[in-house]
């Protein structure tokens, strides 16, 4: 079956960084879009950044030019690397593919920046 394993959060100091990684299986991982999204406490969840199969990226405007989304396929794992990391980027962070019509989540990681 189709699982995803987010590790990598925590408490981070503002202007910190912290690297998240979502490691696939159940699916042909190398073909399929990734994306990492995140919820705040009495938030909607919000995309955050994707990676198409082919390596092209996209970013909200709220962490473009401080989160990096990038893919490893032969480990099955898509990772966030977070710079600058300010209070507002607190919040559960989830990964997500799509397959066909299905959405499928992990787990969550909390990440949380605070002095």
């Known amino acids: 079956q189709v699982q995803l394993v987010e590790s990598g959060g925590g408490l981070v100091q503002p202007g910190g960084s912290l690297r998240l990684s979502c490691a696939g299986s159940g699916f042909t991982f190398s073909t399929y879009t990734m994306s990492w999204h995140r919820q705040a406490p009495g938030k909607e969840r919000e995309l955050v950044a994707y990676?198409?199969?082919?390596?092209?990226?996209n970013y909200s405007d709220s962490v473009k030019g401080r989160f990096t989304i990038s893919r490893d396929n032969a480990k099955n794992t898509v990772y966030l690397q977070m710079n600058n990391m300010k209070p507002e980027d607190t919040a559960v962070y989830y990964c997500?593919?799509?397959?066909?019509?299905?959405?499928?989540w992990g787990q969550g990681t909390q990440v949380t920046v605070s002095s």
């Open positions: 990676i198409a199969s082919f390596g092209l990226t």
């Open positions: 997500r593919v799509i397959l066909r019509t299905q959405q499928y």
